[in-house]
């Protein structure tokens, strides 16, 4: 018989951490596992529930809105989960992980994403963000099974000897996202309008304060080399920079759908980012074998550990710091270049590929059941 699983989700709104459930679950062993969905509230636009759903065998979402009542959302999933009767149920995000407790009877995993003292007041205000980060946390102390995504969460978070929590990075579909020919390389350029022989950097990200992109885009117009950024992405913050940096350097092309042709026509992957769980936009990156020049917070630095020819940093917010990194014209020498390429790929291949991360999953579930079972 195969085990069941539940995934619970506050919508199906394409993001990051969707993204990556996506990878995880069209990487699980369809022998052993039959996989259910429940989502809280509708998606709206942007929902990526149709790629879900060859995976599931049923998929149901709640309806509820963010000013549900407490018992009306508590008693709603109750009541879902009891019609699917889960062998264990993973949660992905702060309303999931709080819900879930209220469940009783079934084993339990959670996914930690970030961690939310250093992300949720970037993203919901200082005062409201730090009430919801110690919540979080709270909610995270009473957890059967945590799982970081990356081993600098887990550090921040003070649970390096926790038994209760785990780290499992996060991973890329390699068989899709892969190096492109020249040839192709040559031909997306002239697609997109960009010139074979400038140095083409890319970042893919929500255009906000956290993800820091003035100093990026600031950094590349000071540059003393033949550089251009492109951006792909919307945000509060596009407008503002598009005034100020937009041009021939710095190139703000909004939501793109077809992410891997601006990677397969790039040189390399920069991000200013403040704060990442373990950022999907470079492990993507690196699976098509562009090296990543990056800030040098803790989760980039664990990719810099990896492999630290494949992955440049430079200190945080310091576009002083930026400008010295791409004048050192690190994707200049075609040699250096298929040299870091390699590197890039090696990273992928070993650590950061979804099959691995998959295979780290199922071991959790398999002992998170058995554990619950002789408890």
């Not at 709206?44 to 963010?66: A, H, Q, V, Y």
């Not at 996060?170 to 960009?194: A, E, I, Q, W």
């Not at 710091?321 to 040299?339: H, I, P, W």
Request: glycine share 6%; hydrophobic share 35%; proline share 4%.
């Amino acid at each position: 018989m195969k085990t069941r699983i539940l995934y619970i989700v506050t919508t199906m709104k394409r993001s990051g951490p969707i993204n990556q459930l996506f990878q995880l679950i069209s990487n699980l062993d369809p022998e052993r596992y039959e996989l259910h969905m429940i989502s809280l509230s509708e998606e709206g636009d942007n929902s990526i529930k149709d790629k879900f759903e060859p995976f599931m065998l049923t998929m149901s979402c709640l309806g509820l809105s963010r000013y549900s009542s407490f018992f009306v959302s508590r008693n709603s999933l109750r009541s879902a989960v009891e019609r699917v009767e889960p062998d264990l149920v993973h949660t992905q995000d702060l309303r999931s992980d709080f819900y879930s407790l209220f469940l009783n009877g079934i084993p339990c995993v959670s996914t930690v994403h970030n961690y939310p003292y250093g992300d949720y007041p970037y993203s919901f205000g200082k005062v409201k963000g730090r009430g919801l980060a110690w919540l979080h946390l709270r909610i995270f102390s009473r957890k059967q099974r945590c799982i970081t995504v990356s081993r600098s969460i887990l550090k921040f978070l003070n649970k390096l000897d926790d038994p209760r929590f785990t780290f499992i990075r996060n991973g890329v579909d390699d068989t899709y996202f892969m190096p492109s020919t020249h040839d192709v390389k040559t031909r997306f350029r002239r697609d997109k309008g960009l010139p074979e022989d400038a140095t083409v950097y890319i970042v893919s990200a929500h255009l906000t304060e956290l993800k820091d992109p003035e100093t990026a885009a600031r950094a590349i117009t000071e540059s003393s080399g033949n550089n251009i950024l492109v951006c792909l992405g919307d945000g509060p913050l596009r407008e503002s920079l598009e005034q100020r940096y937009g041009g021939e350097k710095v190139r703000f092309v909004g939501y793109q759908s077809n992410v891997i042709e601006w990677l397969h026509a790039a040189d390399a992957y920069l991000s200013a980012s403040f704060t990442e769980g373990l950022p999907m936009g470079v492990i993507e990156s690196l699976a098509c074998g562009l090296p990543a020049v990056l800030s040098d917070i803790p989760a980039h630095r664990e990719l810099h550990e990896l492999n630290n020819d494949a992955v440049a940093l430079f200190e945080t917010g310091n576009v002083a710091s930026l400008v010295q990194t791409l004048n050192k014209g690190l994707f200049s020498d075609a040699e250096q270049v298929d040299y870091r390429s390699r590197c890039a790929l090696s990273i992928v291949r070993d650590h950061l590929s979804a099959r691995v991360m998959a295979g780290h999953y199922q071991t959790v579930y398999d002992e998170a059941i058995k554990k619950y079972a002789g408890a």
